[in-house]
């Protein structure tokens, strides 16, 4: 079965550059997840959708940042503009209504110079 | 409210001796909790979790963990370390029961020694 996947798996771009990381859950799956994580502040919840629609948005850092979810396959998570202390992992995770067990994605490398 | 708490970011070990990782956990419901392994420039994975069956349970590569409530404990063992071992380790509690979302600790990684 395929795994979440998500593009760019890196990503080095310049400081004002609008940023697109893409991710497609496990199909089946209506959770969808996107998570930071840096060495500062480890893994962080950034946003999570359930049946498309955005639940809670409480760890979005700030307005620079947005998500969507289109259709249950497909989510982009943007940075516009983007900064150097944006650069970080980028995972998104996925799982069903039932349980809890979250599967990540291998992560999209954000590098903003 | 839920919230884990890792002991240690670093822990070394030697191939072949002990791993022990320890995880407290902090839960106003029944806690559902997790261990997730990440190697290096990969997303994580599931080790294992309790889910209020066994105390005990069995993860894969060799791994398990007990649920301890008396000491809102549930520490990662494994009893030969191998040096394929050497990762980072994610313990997570269920923010809300059964269908909650998870909320990680910060992270031990693991070395080991050959």
């Known amino acids: 079965d395929a795994g979440v996947i998500q593009s760019p798996r890196h990503e080095v771009t310049e400081m004002g550059q609008e940023v697109t990381l893409r991710c497609k859950p496990i199909s089946g799956h209506d959770y969808l997840f996107w998570y930071r994580q840096t060495m500062m502040r480890g893994l962080e919840l950034l946003i999570y959708f359930n049946n498309n629609v955005p639940i809670d948005d409480s760890g979005m850092p700030e307005d620079r940042f947005s998500a969507k979810m289109p259709n249950a396959s497909f989510s982009t998570l943007k940075i516009q503009p983007s900064e150097p202390r944006d650069s970080a992992v980028y995972f998104c995770a996925s799982r069903t209504g039932v349980g809890n067990t979250i599967y990540f994605g291998e992560g999209s490398w954000l590098t903003v110079v | 409210a839920q919230s884990v708490t890792q002991l240690g970011s670093h822990v070394s070990v030697s191939e072949g001796a002990l791993v022990l990782l320890r995880c407290n956990y902090s839960?106003?419901?029944?806690?559902?909790l997790f261990w997730y392994v990440q190697y290096p420039n990969q997303g994580l994975q599931l080790l294992l979790k309790?889910?209020?069956?066994?105390?005990l349970v069995k993860g894969i590569n060799g791994f398990e963990a007990e649920f301890k409530k008396s000491e809102t404990s549930f520490h990662l063992t494994k009893p030969s370390a191998h040096m394929s071992d050497a990762a980072e380790y994610f313990c997570a509690v269920s923010k809300g029961g059964s269908q909650g979302n998870l909320i990680f600790g910060k992270g031990t990684k693991l070395s080991v020694k050959p």
């Open positions: 839960s106003s419901v029944p806690p559902y």
């Open positions: 309790y889910t209020s069956a066994a105390t």
